[in-house]
């Protein structure tokens, strides 16, 4: 199993921004948008046989966490105005203090990055996506993995602590900078290149 985490460090927790607005009044929405759309879409069909995990740390209702779970996914569309609808509406539930589906695949909770790192350690090696780390083409990686990686903005000095309590690893994708939902396509590749 893959799965990816990703932290939006301005993403919306809210719920009532703009469709028009994605990238402005909702933090960034648009770059975890297509984060989602690397991690899930293949040319005709969906990669089941994977996990991504938003952070949400943006907003007045901080931090929040939606799980996108492949194989209960139903209604996503490549489009970044559907996919923001149906967070959207995810955002907009009454949460208690457990994680509550929104919607087919999609599930809602109050975590932040701790708790999901906390709740991950049992699901495979956690590692750093992060450029100044071991060439991924050089060491082996394990089935089981989760990809931990910044959204249009690096981890934070905390957030790289917390990640380190759980993650021994940082690996490299390449030698320069790449977007988010790019990261994610290139270690799909990885994957997809050794089995
Ligand atoms: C758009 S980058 C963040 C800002 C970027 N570091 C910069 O200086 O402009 C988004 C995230 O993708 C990951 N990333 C980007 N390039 C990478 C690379 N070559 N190897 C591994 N991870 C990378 C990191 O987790 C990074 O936080």
New binding site residues.
């Given amino acids: 199993m893959r799965r990816f985490v990703i932290v939006g460090h301005r993403a919306s927790t809210t719920g009532d921004f703009k469709l028009d607005d994605i990238c402005g009044g909702a933090g960034r929405l648009d770059v975890l948008i297509r984060c989602i759309n690397s991690s899930f879409f293949l040319s005709h069909s969906l990669r089941r046989d994977v996990e991504a995990y938003l952070i949400l740390q943006g907003g007045d209702d901080a931090p929040k966490t939606l799980r996108f779970k492949g194989d209960e996914l139903r209604y996503l569309n490549p489009d970044e105005r559907s996919t923001a609808s149906l967070m959207r509406n995810a955002l907009l539930k009454k949460l208690s203090d457990s994680e509550i589906k929104a919607s087919p695949g999609i599930y809602v909770s109050r975590r932040g990055l701790r708790d999901v790192l906390s709740s991950l350690s049992e699901s495979g090696e956690i590692v750093y996506?992060?450029?100044e780390?071991e060439d991924i083409r050089r060491t082996e990686l394990p089935e089981d993995i989760v990809f931990v990686?910044?959204?249009?903005?690096?981890?934070s000095e905390e957030e790289e602590q917390a990640l380190k309590e759980h993650a021994d690893r940082s690996?490299?994708?390449?030698?320069?900078?790449?977007?988010?939902d790019h990261?994610i396509t290139i270690a799909h590749n990885e994957m997809d290149r050794r089995v």
Avoid: A, Q, T, V
């Fill in positions: 996506l992060k450029e780390g990686l910044g959204d249009d903005r690096d981890l690996l490299c994708l390449g030698p320069i900078s790449y977007h988010s990261c």
